[in-house]
T-cell receptor
Framework: DGGITQSPKYLFRKEGQNVTLSCEQN?????MYWYRQDPGQGLRLIYY???????QKGDIAEGYSVSREKKESFPLTVTSAQKNPTAFYLC??????????????FGDGTRLSIL | KQEVTQIPAALSVPEGENLVLNCSFT??????LQWFRQDPGKGLTSLLL?????REQTSGRLNASLDKSSGRSTLYIAASQPGDSATYLC??????????????FGTGTLLAVQP
């Protein structure tokens, strides 16, 4: 079955530690996205990528980094510079615009907490 | 700056009732509008996508309407069932950087359907 796989489901970060969240898709989508979800604030865009080896900052990129070396994969690293990393992280993918009929497909998320 | 608001924040209805969820947005220059469902601790499932040139979309018991000029969308759920209990999110899509849709999310409506 085609879909988006995020791992791990739960992750704990120690002070000063970088952690990497995995996102893999087999939907043959060009575009991939990372969102952060906090209670009462909805989803906010961290980074997005339209094509391999290219990515852009979203609204809250500080303290995060990404890479897009393969079409199927878009890992997110939460660095020690992110002082409030506790949140639910969601990865999504879609066909690239300008086709307006293409919804974004989401993974099941990774919940990150601070130890 | 585009802002998306969803009212009410929470709603509890008895099984079988028809209900309407509301979404409003401040900038009418949208590419499309999507409604998502999120179950607790899970990712988002796309329910309906309305392109900017469309007025409504239907899928089973769900009907979504779009009025760009007034900045409003509604999600109508007919004959609600306990399995409809979830958080419903709307998001508007902005086209930028030539190829990728950026989603701006509302904070969601938490729906509980009582058996």
């Amino acid at each position: 079955d085609g879909g988006i796989t995020q791992s791990p489901k739960y992750l704990f970060r120690k002070e000063g530690q970088n952690v990497t969240l995995s996102c893999e898709q087999n939907l043959n989508h060009d575009a991939m996205y990372w969102y952060r979800q906090d209670p009462g604030q909805g989803l906010r865009l961290i980074y997005y990528s339209q094509i391999v080896n290219d990515f852009q900052k979203g609204d809250i990129a500080e303290g995060y980094s990404v890479s897009r070396e393969k079409k199927e994969s878009f890992p997110l690293t939460v660095t020690s510079a992110q002082k409030n990393p506790t949140a639910f992280y969601l990865c999504a993918s879609s066909h690239a615009a300008p086709r307006g009929d293409q919804p974004q497909h989401f993974g099941d998320g990774t919940r990150l907490s601070i130890l | 700056k585009q802002e998306v608001t969803q009212i009410p924040a929470a709603l509890s209805v008895p099984e079988g009732e028809n209900l309407v969820l509301n979404c409003s947005f401040t900038d009418s220059a949208i590419y499309n509008l999507q409604w998502f469902r999120q179950d607790p601790g899970k990712g988002l499932t796309s329910l309906l996508l309305i392109q900017s040139s469309q007025r409504e979309q239907t899928s089973g018991r769900l009907n979504a309407s779009l009025d760009k000029s007034s900045g409003r969308s509604t999600l109508y759920i007919a004959a609600s069932q306990p399995g409809d209990s979830a958080t419903y999110l709307c998001a508007v899509s902005l086209l930028f950087s030539g190829a990728t849709n950026k989603l701006i999310f509302g904070t969601g409506t938490l729906l509980a359907v009582q058996p």
